[in-house]
């Protein structure tokens, strides 16, 4: 006996062609052209990786409800706001670094850091 009875298939490149072909075509799923042939449905998945054909590959298709639909607009609008204030927050140190830089060039310090020492702002 043989230790290792595994039977190795090798596929011509126009068969796994036809394979995607008839999947893309929407008559077949995967499934039922493993079955029909004898493929597992992985190694269609490895075809499909293979000829990059995402397009075949299972998609998720989610519901939502009202409610859901709702909560998620209420979500983005929040989302936006906090990106509204950030960029606000950012706009505003800017403005108060460029203060500090001016005044201190105007009151003759040799760099923002002494100024911002005398005055007892963290750095």
Known sequence: ???DDRVTRRYSEPFKLKILSEL???KHSKYELGKFYGI???TINEWIR???????????????????IIRIKALHKEIEQL???????DMD???DDAYL???????GYKSVLELKKILDIKP
């Open 101 to 107: 830089e001016v005044a201190a060039q105007k009151l």
């Open 24 to 26: 893309s075509s929407g």
């Open 1 to 3: 006996m043989y230790v």
């Open 93 to 95: 140190q800017l403005v």
């Open 40 to 42: 597992a449905p992985s």
């Open 83 to 89: 990106k509204k204030l950030v960029q606000k927050k």
């Open 50 to 68: 293979k000829y990059e054909r995402k397009d075949l590959m299972n998609t998720r298709v989610i519901v939502d409800t009202k409610d859901e």
